[in-house]
Structure formats: C-alpha cells, structure tokens
C-alpha cells in the first residue's frame, strides 16, 4: 500500500498519481513525501521520460493538506531540540519541491530540463497546492465544487512548504495576501484570473499530458530563477513595494491587534523572504515556520480548530449503538428570526421542512426570509432561481399543526416563556408520530424543567442554535435528566446534515455557552459602573483576538435582552442570585430607551443608518470615567478569567463531559480568544499554577466571582494540565 505510484507510457510522459489508501482526500505523511522524492528521482534519471505529469487518484480531489501528526513527528523525533527538528524537516520538504522546480536543469544554464505538470481532479489546499506551485504549469478540471487555496492561517499556521515563499512572488505581495493572511479559498476559475493556477479544463491530465510533450526549456524555468526577476509590484526596498509592505502591516496590525502570532511570522517572512534570494527566502521561510510551530498557540489552535472541531462533526461523542437518525421532515414550530433561520439551513441540507405560525401570515413572513437570502445568492452568481425554487418547495409555510403528523424532528423556537413552550409540546405531541424527537431552541431555560411537559421526556431535548442561524457554525445540544441516546444522536445527525459543529452537554441553567458569555458581559458592566471607559474594555478585548469588544457585543445582542435573562435568573435563584451593580446599569439602560443598535441607542451613538458613531458619552454623567484608569493586562485578566472560570466549573460540575466542546464550543460560539485554542487550552498555555495564584490576587480585589474553582486548584498542586489529564485520545494525538 503506497501514498504515490508511478506508470511511464509510451510517448516518455511519466505520470505520478497521489493517492492515500483508506483516505476520502490525500493528506501528505512522511511517508508519501519519501515516496513522490523516490518517483521524482526515478524519472529525472530515466532518459526515456520526457516529462512528469503529478495528478490524484481521488475523484474531485487533489489534497487537502498536510498530516498534522507529521509535523508531531519532526518534533519528536528530535527528542531535546524539537525546533531544529522541525526546521531539518521543513527544510527537508522545500529540498523535494526545489528538485521539482528545478527538473534537473543546468544552474547555470537553466537547460537540460524535464517538464513537470500538476493536474488537479479538484480542491486543492495547504501541501496540496503548495506543491503544484512548485511545478511548472498547473491545470485544474473546470469543476465549480472544487476549492482552491492556502487556508493554514486558519487553523494558527501559516504555508510552510514554500508556499508562502512562491506565491508572494508569483503574485507579488498585494495579490498574495488574500490567500496567505486570510486562507481565501476559491473556485477554479477564480483561481486562475487570481494567477493561482495556469488553466482550467475538462481533462486536466490529457491538458497536462500533452502540454509536458510541446515543452521547451525556457517554458519551465521560473519567473525568480530567470535573470532579472523582479517582484510584481515592487520589493520592499521599491517605492511602490516599500508602500505596500506599510499597507500589509497596518492590515494585519488592524485585523488581529497582534493576537495572532501566525500573521505576524508570515508577513515577516515574506518581508525579509522579498529582500534575499530565492533559495534564502525559503530558509527565511522555514525559520518563521518553525518560530510559529514552536508557540503553544500554534498547537492549541491546530488541536482545537482543526482536530477536535473535525473530531466532534465526524460524531466523536455520538451513542455508538444508535443507528443512523438522520431528519427527513422536519418540524419548527415558530415562523421568528431563529425558526425562519433554522428551516433555511435544513431546507439548504435537502430536508422537507413544515414551518408553523400562529397565522398564515406569520408563518409567509417566516418562509419569505428563506426566499430573501436566496435572491441575494441569486444577486451574487451563487444560486440558480432553479435552485432557489426547489429550495422554496421544500419548506411548508402553515398555522395547521396536522402538518405535522409525518416529522421525524420537532424544533421548538416560539417565545422564551415557559408556559408558552409546555402549551405548544402538549398540542403537537398529540399530532407528531410516537418515535418523533423533540427539541427545544431555548437559550436559558432548563431542558429538565421543560421537558415536564412532554409524554416521552427520554425523547425530549435541547438544540440551541446562534444567531444568524445560517452564519454561525456551532449548534449547542442539551441533555436533559431523562433525554435518551436516540434523542441524542437524533440532534448529533440532524446537526452534520446542517454542516454545523456540534456540541452535547448537560443540563444545567444557560447550559454551557450562555454560562460563559453572560460572565464576560456581566465583567464590562461592572467595570464601566466603575470608570472604565469602555473604549478601554473593548480594546482589551480585541487584543486579546475577540471579534468585538463586550461593550459593543452588548449593543448587538440587545440590551433588553440582557435585562430580561436578569430578571429571570433573580426570579429563578431567589436569596442565592448574586446582585451586582452591573444589574443597575442595564435597568437604567432599558429604562432610557438605549437598548442597543436595533433602537440606534445602546452603549454607542448611531446615525439614522444604524452606523456607530462613537460611545455615548451620557452613561458617564451616571457613571464618571474614573480618573485613572486601570492596566491593560488587567481589565484583561479580567475578561478572561469571568469566562475561563465557568468553563472550569462546568467541567467540574459535569456539565461539558469532554473538554474539546468546551473549547471548540467558545471559539465558535463568541469568538473566544481563537489564538489560545480555547478557555481550557489558554488555561493550559499559562499554567494551573499562575491561573490558581491570579485567581486569589482577583478574588482578593473584586470578590468571589474569581474564586478558584476546586478542580483548577488541585490540578494547580499536581502540576497538571486540561489536555493532559482529560484529553480523549483521539484528542492527544
């Protein structure tokens, strides 16, 4: 069994076909580069080869990037001195992409060649596009599904084998950025008017084939191993080159507020790679590399963003004995935002949908907003109007709850009463076939306490979904007392119908995201009822990676809203609701009216567009900016610690079961910190033991909110870390 074979024909073309075994899409191992070095080698010496034609054995795919557990391997293998192993064997893979660049061509000469052509079934990511760059013409299948880029910057990481390196000076630094410092990944066609690729055509193999035989010498050489090879659009010491490397830093500056250390090593390294020669400049490369693998934020967001985040879609915690569940018809029940969001996604995953409101006007309005979002798809080029009405067929917009009787999932979105929900489970339970899972929507109340409505609480649970429905990627699955493994699995497939991310937890009061999130805002409204200009506390924020700042995440969600999970969380913990003056100033926001941007006035000032124009400076005239205000790294510490002390406690409590929902389920909920890989991990990267130490500094100056929980002391006093202790396997690989 071998990752890459090689067959010669008859003309001289040798071609080198990539396909892993047992592997939907090739990944490349230590193994395969070993293998396509080997084939390399075989066909450079072979006189009767003319040229050398790299293509994938699997249908609609060429790679999708780099065995991660390769890059474990550098570093273990290197025992005292992990960062010199990892740049020997970085430095090792740009030696096998040089050997094909260079076809065994004359250095001085730049003659004597041999052809070398990539053709791509389809996607291409990471090494997988990588090392077509580093070919001499590259031809992708006309296939629209297919994707084509460098997404590493995604995962923490930046492209490593050279592609950073040869795409900055294939494309010049300007047009390199999108897919270098944003892992854009795009379509084949866009692909080649970006410069990505050289065709696209119907038979990548036949193009490549043929194209390898009519070859000359001067039509393999690359633009930077030519004489007089300048940078498009000008090296850093050009004017114009100078002012785009001024533009690049402020962009990434502005993007990441110097949160993401990947960023920063990529735009050096394309900096000081634009000054040296080509063979240099990978070097360069591989050092920033190294420099980025050896960070633990590297790690911890390759363990989260990538492993853990593929482990839990591909059904890492789903009851194993269950067979498959997956949602033919499906019922919401409730025509507002998040019920007209849920049918879109699952009408979009091919499901029959029947959506109910109380009248038919309602329950059109719901359906008019799936029809809404695809006219703009329509607008973009990205819908057809044939699939915007098949789509549209599929969704049943109706008051009449007898729709109902064929679902095989029930979605409850009506109004966050309790009375309200129990009244709708009565009425449609007495409709829906007997073996139909209910779920609830609820973002705060209990799963137990609701599911006392139900005649089968073992089949009753919780699905809460984010707003935009269609646009955020996580969907948080509660369990409650009685939920029974088929409900569970039931939400599991209905969730990887959707292309979401899912996480399963126990019931508990705001579950698991709703108990971190409620902290961080609760912390910037203490801190403004204590002088803090906002300003300070949401830039805090941003530096530390989140995509806005509490203060302004309060205007966004609502200020009523917070208001109204006050009063009910007082009504529901009596004498044990721990009252603060942060209540205060939500009340007196609510009762001014500023209830955020939907009232274009919250915590900012708005223009008659609902554009921000700056915080309003009125809450200081109940609440003056103190006149010394507070360390950055302590309105900081702050933030983080209200957040990752709850997802300590909900671990210890039971609530999360396995520690990668925990983590994954805050970068995608509300963007926690995604350089730290998560609340745990970024517990893991500053040690139990100075998380326990601040705890007590914390606890000492603003209260108990910071006391430290039992779990992360003991694992303090042992040494310990999350992943160390309560990693899955599939996790700690």
């Not at 080509?278 to 050092?287: C, G, P, Q, S, Y």
């Not at 969001?341 to 109910?356: E, K, W």
């Not at 997802?647 to 995608?668: F, K, Q, T």
Request: charged content about 25%; glycine content about 10%; overall charge negative.
């Amino acid at each position: 069994m071998t990752d890459f074979t090689m067959t010669k024909d008859a003309d001289g073309v040798a071609t080198i076909t990539w396909d892993v075994p047992g592997k939907s899409m090739n990944v490349m191992s230590i193994t395969g580069l070993t293998e396509l070095s080997d084939c390399i080698d075989d066909a450079l010496a072979d006189e009767a080869v003319k040229g050398v034609v790299i293509t994938s054995g699997k249908d609609g795919s060429f790679a999708g990037g780099m065995d991660l557990n390769l890059l474990a391997k550098m570093k273990e293998d290197a025992g005292d001195d992990p960062a010199r192993g990892l740049f020997e064997g970085t430095m090792q893979m740009h030696a096998l992409l040089r050997k094909i660049e260079r076809a065994g061509m004359n250095p001085k000469t730049n003659k004597g060649g041999k052809p070398i052509a990539a053709a791509l079934p389809g996607t291409a990511a990471g090494i997988g596009l990588e090392l077509p760059l580093a070919t001499h013409r590259i031809f992708v299948a006309d296939n629209p599904k297919a994707r084509i880029g460098l997404p590493e910057i995604m995962v923490g990481i930046f492209p490593g084998a050279g592609g950073t390196t040869r795409l900055t000076r294939k494309l010049g630094a300007m047009g390199a950025s999108p897919f270098l410092l944003e892992g854009r990944m795009v379509e084949p066609k866009k692909a080649k008017a970006a410069g990505l690729v050289d065709e696209v055509v119907d038979d990548p193999v036949a193009a490549a084939r043929d194209w390898v035989l009519s070859a000359k010498d001067a039509d393999i050489v690359k633009p930077w191993d030519a004489k007089g090879y300048k940078m498009p659009g000008g090296a850093p010491y050009h004017p114009a080159g100078f002012m785009t490397f001024v533009g690049a830093s402020a962009m990434v500056h502005g993007k990441t507020q110097g949160a993401f250390p990947a960023a920063k090593a990529l735009l050096s390294a394309v900096y000081e790679g634009a000054l040296v020669d080509f063979d240099t400049a990978l070097k360069i490369e591989a050092r920033w590399f190294t420099s980025v693998l050896m960070n633990p934020s590297s790690g911890a967001m390759i363990r989260s963003l990538f492993l853990n985040k593929e482990a839990l879609e591909k059904g890492a915690v789903r009851p194993k004995d269950v067979p498959d569940q997956r949602v033919k018809t499906l019922g919401v029940l409730g025509a507002g935002m998040m019920g007209a969001g849920i049918a879109l996604v699952s009408a979009q995953a091919g499901m029959q949908v029947v959506l109910i409101d109380r009248d038919q006007a309602a329950a059109d309005k719901g359906k008019a907003y799936s029809e809404a979002y695809l006219d703009k798809g329509i607008a973009r080029k990205k819908v057809t109007p044939e699939k915007k009405e098949a789509m549209l067929s599929l969704i049943t917009a109706t008051p009449d709850l007898d729709q109902l009787k064929y679902c095989d999932l029930i979605i409850e979105a009506v109004f966050e009463d309790p009375k309200v929900k129990a009244e709708m489970t009565r009425k449609v339970e007495a409709i829906i076939p007997e073996d139909c899972i209910f779920a609830s929507n609820t973002s705060t109340l209990p799963i137990t306490g609701l599911a006392k409505a139900s005649k089968r609480p073992e089949q009753f649970i919780g699905i809460h979904f984010f707003s935009p429905v269609e646009r955020m990627l996580l969907v948080e699955i509660i369990k409650g007392r009685e939920t029974g493994p088929r409900a569970v699995a039931k939400a599991l497939d209905y969730v990887r119908q959707i292309r979401k991310t899912p996480i399963v937890v126990n019931d508990a009061r705001f579950f698991y995201c709703n108990r971190c999130i409620i902290p961080y805002g609760n912390e910037a409204t203490r801190m403004i009822t204590e002088g803090v200009a906002p300003v300070l506390i949401d830039h805090a924020a941003q530096q530390l990676g989140f995509p806005v700042g509490p203060v302004q995440l309060g205007d966004e969600t609502s200020i009523d809203l917070a208001a109204k999970i006050t009063r009910a969380t007082k009504e529901a913990m009596g004498n044990e609701y721990p009252a603060s003056e942060a209540d205060d100033l939500v009340f007196w926001m609510e009762e001014q009216g500023r209830l955020g941007r939907k009232a274009k006035a919250g915590y900012f000032d708005y223009d008659e567009k609902g554009k921000r124009t700056g915080y309003w400076q009125g809450i200081h005239d109940k609440y003056p900016l103190a006149d010394a205000q507070p360390d950055l790294i302590e309105v900081q510490e702050r933030l983080m610690f209200a957040q990752v002390l709850e997802a300590v406690r909900a671990l210890e409590e039971g609530v999360v079961e396995d520690i990668r929902e925990a983590d994954v389920g805050a970068i995608l909920a509300w963007g926690f910190a995604p350089w730290s890989g998560g609340p745990l991990s970024w517990l893991d990267i500053i040690g139990a033991p100075y998380a326990a130490e601040r705890c007590d500094q914390l606890t000492a100056k603003y209260g108990n909110r910071f006391k430290c929980p039992d779990l992360l002391r003991e694992m303090a006093e042992k040494g310990q870390t999350f992943y160390g202790r309560f990693a899955p396997e599939a996790a700690a690989a």
